[in-house]
């Protein structure tokens, strides 16, 4: 069975902090893992995904995220944020014979 | 930029009817794939769907059906809507369960 676990429901920081969004997620094999994003009143955007090679992904507006299969985690970091990240962020995890699922999602505020 | 087409944006209902929502992707992508939002933003799979393959979620209800008429396209038809129907469906397309590519939505309403 394959899962997902995003830890935290809300995250506030204040704009210019550093922020991490923690993801973490159960699968037997090395999963394929995604950061979405969601505005409201959007559909979801990707951020950045890993598949396989550097445990560090660049993606979109300066994130990264981290692989770490001895910890079973893909946590979404970002050093400095701007008001205009306050979102809903999404951990998913795929792989070849499922539709990708989805983390309970954690709503990110950043305080001007 | 989005390649994923979603009509209608909203649709207000009353129990008992049917709907139908559109979904049109651009990508040229093999899969396409229903979700459903609840007001907790919660995301569930309910369909996957290729041109060889139709995976239904089991916890689906059957008054649930996906309709396709080519790869690019994948309605949904709910037969007879109820309360907790109410929701925001969001269609998505993908090569081969890579990374899902979204439409913007279609928020249900059932009153």
């Known amino acids: 069975a394959q899962s997902v676990t995003q830890p935290d429901a809300r995250v506030t920081v204040s704009e210019g902090a550093s922020l991490q969004l923690r993801c973490k997620y159960s699968y037997s094999a090395t999963p394929y893992l995604f950061w979405y994003v969601q505005y409201p009143r959007q559909g979801l955007q990707l951020l950045l995904k890993y598949y396989s090679g550097d445990p560090v992904v660049q993606g979109v507006n300066s994130f990264e995220a981290e692989f770490s299969k001895s910890n079973s985690s893909f946590h979404l970091q970002k050093a400095s944020v701007h008001w205009s990240d306050s979102a809903v962020y999404f951990c998913a995890l795929g792989n070849n014979n499922n539709a990708p699922r989805f983390g309970a999602g954690t709503k990110l505020s950043v305080k001007p | 930029e989005t390649a994923v087409f979603q009509t209608p944006n909203y649709h207000v209902t009353q129990v008992g009817n049917e709907v139908s929502f559109n979904c049109k992707q651009t990508l040229g992508h093999d899969t396409m794939y229903w979700y459903k939002q609840d007001s907790k933003k919660l995301l569930k799979i309910m369909f996957s769907?290729?041109?060889?393959?139709?995976?239904v979620n089991e916890t689906v209800p059957r008054r649930f059906s996906p309709q396709s008429s080519d790869k690019a396209h994948l309605n949904l038809r709910i037969k007879s809507v109820e309360p907790e129907d109410s929701a925001v469906y969001l269609c998505?397309?993908?090569?081969?369960?890579?990374?899902?590519?979204f439409g913007k939505g279609t928020r249900l309403t059932v009153v």
């Open positions: 998505a397309s993908s090569r081969t369960n890579t990374e899902v590519f």
């Open positions: 769907y290729n041109n060889k393959q139709l995976i």
